[in-house]
């Protein structure tokens, strides 16, 4: 079944989430079982009204990890939003949640087809493989200046796709290296040593004042 593109304009509110775990994922929103029950008996305005929950979601998870820089990053994202939805409504029945939620479902069908168009291109080709043990500690939270999203866009922009991509998991999402190593299909070394140095750069390029008194302070 074709699913039109549903403008931001027509976002709904979607319901509060219970989750209190930290971070909170963008995803984290509490679909009432009736609407999953009308989707799956083939409501299509349930279904609607699911997609417009979960639109910007998909889409801001997509661009993030597929870049961001370019025009053409945000057409790969609309893609990805658009295939990650048709499957959802075509898997609605196996859908079965034994204690997990329905945006935990939806969320993991988004980040493995952002990162399916990913390998597709071969974008990470270049990265380095840091499958070592150093650098294994995990760093803080993003810097203060990530609060501007512009400039947190434009920084994870410039750094390597498969990175950036452990960044955003790892600190937006939530996910533990364990499952992000099992995504990527590479170890947990990996994600922790793509997130320290990942973290690292992120810093310095959203405050490159503070670097700079920091290198001052190290070579005194």
């Not at 597929?66 to 609605?92: F, H, I, P, S």
């Amino acid at each position: 079944m074709p699913l039109n593109p549903i403008p931001a304009s027509a976002v709904a509110t979607a319901p509060a989430s219970s989750a209190t775990s930290a971070p909170r994922s963008s995803f984290a929103i509490d679909v009432p079982d009736a609407v999953l029950a009308r989707a799956r008996a083939g409501d299509r305005s349930a279904f609607e009204q699911i997609y417009r929950w979960f639109e910007r979601p998909v889409f801001n998870l997509a661009l993030r990890i597929l870049g961001g820089a370019y025009a053409g990053d945000r057409d790969e994202a609309a893609e990805v939003l658009q295939e990650t939805m048709l499957k959802v409504y075509g898997k609605l029945g196996e859908f079965r949640g034994n204690g997990s939620p329905f945006w935990g479902w939806l969320r993991q069908i988004a980040v493995n087809e952002a990162l399916m168009r990913l390998r597709s291109q071969r974008r990470h080709a270049h990265d380095v493989p840091l499958d070592g043990d150093d650098l294994v500690m995990d760093p803080g939270p993003l810097p203060t200046a990530a609060a501007d999203a512009a400039a947190l866009g434009r920084a994870l922009a410039q750094l390597p796709t498969t990175t950036r991509s452990v960044l955003w998991l790892y600190h937006a999402e939530g996910y533990t290296h364990e499952e992000i190593a099992a995504l990527m299909q590479r170890t947990p070394s990996f994600s922790k040593s793509q997130l320290a140095r990942g973290g690292r750069r992120l810093r310095e390029l959203l405050d490159p004042n503070q670097t700079g008194m920091n290198q001052e302070k190290a070579r005194a």
